[in-house]
């Protein structure tokens, strides 16, 4: 009897693990997973271009990731997108006049938020909005450009 | 030169017997899962031999496996300065193929093998005669419960592989080669869909589970009951389990994520 008592406390714990691994799948590998909340405070940031930008993407200060985006939605209002990152509380010294562009990392790397520390005295609070932003640069968009000005000449 | 074609014709005719035999022995089987189901402790002696025995082989394969892809898919990103995306290439290798795919090889070698020859020996001995003497159906006593735990094991060994091999991806990638940590998550999480990916990877080894458990419980039961029987009969499982796995797996893929 204590011997089958072992087994069923294997089996048990089995599957138990293979539940779990099926969760961690579900959760932590593939996209309906609840992001895991990091300790900091929110700020946004409007942009008329996104690009591919996405939720959890870095945010950077000469290049050391100090946040993350946590949302993205479309402000109707203004035809804008609206993004909120989380900044950790560490970092609370972000002057107000600092701009943020969206950059990519490598020709067809991810996309992230780069911020420009400005030269205020005052800092960004929870709740803050950036005043100085720069949209994601569109490749079709760059090349239009270039070759309107090439036409041109 | 007559007696050659006999015994080629012999031998083609000899597969289809045994196909034939095979699949009327699953029907047969099958029959009897409802019984078992009403007693589960044989089911639960049976999920401890091959699913928890295979525990350990399946976490450090899958660990390895998840490293190597790691650092291999770091390796061949970083030319492209793509190397943000290894977290997808690492998971989604895992969940849609190697995952099922090389638990099933693995649960074919470790536990396909032990259950052929415990089923061969049980033969060998006139166990199972002798249950028939006694009537008790032995694919019914003995099979089934056998059959339906590889069923359950499978599955659950597969996503313990995946789960483990990512692990063992972000080891190798963020922890000893630099992918930056929520990019490698993020990115991950965007790529992978819960259905057509993660669902599709469980479906697919809850197939390889049913096809090399029967294959390894059939070589079993009609194996010749001689000791080299039992061994001839627990290669053929080997073989002819992880052929299958191969073959379907093909199969499968083209059902599933071809356009």
């Known amino acids: 009897m204590q011997q089958s008592k072992m087994v069923q406390m294997w089996v048990g714990i089995f599957v138990a693990i293979g539940i779990a691994s099926l969760f961690m799948l579900a959760m932590k590998v593939s996209n309906i997973s609840a992001f895991a909340d990091t300790e900091g405070y929110e700020l946004t940031l409007n942009f008329s271009n996104i690009g591919g930008l996405k939720v959890r993407s870095p945010v950077t200060m000469a290049g050391v990731v100090i946040g993350r985006v946590s949302e993205i939605g479309f402000d109707k209002e203004i035809y804008e997108a609206e993004v909120k990152v989380k900044i950790e509380n560490r970092y609370d010294n972000i002057p107000e006049d600092t701009s943020a562009s969206i950059f990519t990392s490598g020709l067809l790397g991810e996309q992230y938020i780069g911020l420009e520390p400005g030269g205020s005295d005052t800092f960004l609070k929870e709740g803050d909005r950036f005043k100085l932003t720069q949209s994601a640069v569109v490749l079709e968009q760059l090349i239009g450009q270039f070759l309107v000005s090439k036409a041109s000449e | ?259």
């Open chain 2, 1 to 259: 030169m007559i007696s050659y074609f006999e015994r080629l014709g012999e031998s083609a005719l000899n597969i289809f017997e045994k196909l034939g035999r095979g699949h009327l022995f699953l029907l047969h089987v099958l029959s009897g899962v409802p019984g078992v189901l009403w007693r589960f402790s044989l089911v639960i002696q049976q999920l401890y031999a091959v699913g928890v025995l295979s525990l350990l082989i399946i976490g450090v394969a899958g660990f390895f496996v998840g490293m190597v892809l790691g650092l291999q898919g770091y390796n061949t990103l970083i030319d492209f300065g793509a190397e943000e995306s290894l977290g997808v290439v690492v998971a989604l290798t895992l969940v849609r193929e190697l995952g099922p795919v090389v638990s099933a090889l693995l649960f074919a070698g470790r536990a396909g093998s032990a259950l052929t020859a415990e089923i061969g020996l049980m033969k060998a001995t006139e166990q199972l005669s002798a249950m028939e003497m006694m009537a008790v159906d032995p694919l019914h006593r003995v099979i089934a419960p056998r059959l339906l735990a590889g069923i359950i094991a499978v599955p659950f060994l597969a996503a313990l592989f995946s789960a483990i091999g990512v692990l063992g991806g972000y080891f190798v990638g963020v922890g000893l080669v630099g992918v930056d940590e929520g990019t490698f998550w993020s990115q991950m999480q965007d790529n992978v869909d819960l259905y057509d990916d993660v669902l599709n990877g469980v479906i697919k080894s809850v197939v390889f589970g049913i096809v090399v458990t029967w294959i390894a419980v059939f070589e079993g039961y009609d194996t010749v009951p001689t000791s080299e029987g039992v061994s001839r009969a627990t290669t053929r499982t080997v073989v002819h389990g992880s052929l299958a796995v191969l073959g379907l797996d093909f199969v499968l893929t083209a059902l599933m994520f071809g356009e």
